[in-house]
C-alpha cells in the first residue's frame, strides 16, 4: 500500500513562495510610490532651490532611485 508522507510540505512551500511573491510585489509598489512622489516634488524646485540643496536636475532621477530603496 502507497502513502503520502510530504504533501503537507508541498502545499507549504507553495503557500511560502506566492506569500514571498505578494510581499516582493508590495515593496515593489511602494518603492514605485516613493520613486514617483520625490521626482514630483523635486521636479517642482526650481534651478536655484535645487542648487540650495546641492543638486542639479540631471541628479534627480538617481536621488529619487535613491530614496526609494531606503524604504524597505
Known amino acids: 500500500m502507497a502513502a503520502l508522507t510530504h504533501s503537507e510540505n508541498h502545499d507549504a512551500t507553495l503557500l511560502g513562495r506566492l506569500t514571498a511573491w505578494i510581499a516582493n510585489v508590495r515593496v515593489r509598489i511602494e518603492r514605485y510610490r516613493v520613486y514617483r512622489q ?3 516634488e523635486m521636479g517642482a524646485l526650481n534651478n536655484q532651490e ?3 540643496l546641492g543638486l542639479h536636475r540631471s541628479e534627480l532621477r538617481r536621488v529619487a532611485y535613491q530614496a526609494s530603496r531606503k524604504v524597505c
Do not use: C, K
Open 38 to 40: 520625490t521626482m514630483n
Open 50 to 52: 535645487l542648487a540650495d
